[in-house]
Every structure is written in C-alpha cells, then in structure tokens.
C-alpha cells in the first residue's frame, strides 16, 4: 500500500486543522493506520492509531479531547482532526500502515509510510 499525507500548513494557535492520507491498493482496509509526528531535534512519536475497520481508537496523551482519527475505507483515507493545537503539536506528521494485530505506537510495527506533511503552530 502506498500512503500519501496532505493537509498541513501555518495555523495560529488554538486553530485547527485536518490532515488526510490516502492510500493507493485495493487492500486499505486491512491496514490499521497510525499517525506519527517529528518535530526538529526529535524523535517521530505515536500520535493516534485507527483499526482496521475504524471501530478503534487509540491517542497519546497529549491528543486526547483534541485530536480525532477517522477513516472511510470506501475512499481508501484516513482524516486526523486536529483541534485547539498549540505550538508543541509543529512537526511533520506522517501516516504508516500496518497489519500487526493490537495496539501499536512504535514506527518500528508500522511498515509503510507516507511522506509527511508539515504543520506550524505559531502567531
């Protein structure tokens, strides 16, 4: 499956913004589907994570009651709403794919990855 993130840009604090990715391949829907972030000088961190069949949902911490991962597997893409963001969420988010069964928040169970996309918080 190939993976394609879009939707990032500049956004003032206390904005919002929706990220998409889509997927290429007839076989989307049985990839669960992580985002992921990296900000400069960072390691990519776990973000949010959507089952395959998007009846589950996982965040970090810092995402929870701001952030929304949703998926239409009919379009072949996944949406990570993302609100009341603050200057710490700038990073590139990337999107990944994986078949490993369960919870997963390290890059290292995902193995496909979209480009990323960029998003700045700043006033």
């Known amino acids: 499956v190939q993976l394609q993130a879009s939707g990032g840009g500049l956004v003032q604090p206390g904005g919002s913004l929706r990220l998409s990715c889509a997927a290429s391949?007839?076989?989307?829907?049985?990839?669960?589907i992580g985002w992921f972030r990296q900000a400069p000088g960072k390691e990519r961190e776990f973000v949010a994570r959507?089952?395959?069949?998007?009846?589950?949902?996982y965040y970090t911490d810092s995402a929870v009651g701001r952030f929304a991962i949703s998926r239409n597997n009919a379009e072949n893409t996944v949406y990570l709403q993302m609100n009341s963001l603050k200057p710490e969420d700038a990073a590139i988010y990337y999107c990944?794919?994986?078949?490993?069964?369960?919870?997963?928040?390290?890059?290292?169970?995902?193995?496909?990855w979209g480009q990323g996309t960029l998003v700045t918080v700043s006033s």
């Open positions: 959507i089952s395959r069949d998007g009846g589950g949902t």
């Open positions: 391949g007839r076989t989307f829907r049985n990839y669960a």
């Open positions: 990944a794919a994986t078949t490993v069964v369960g919870i997963r928040t390290q890059a290292h169970d995902y193995f496909y």
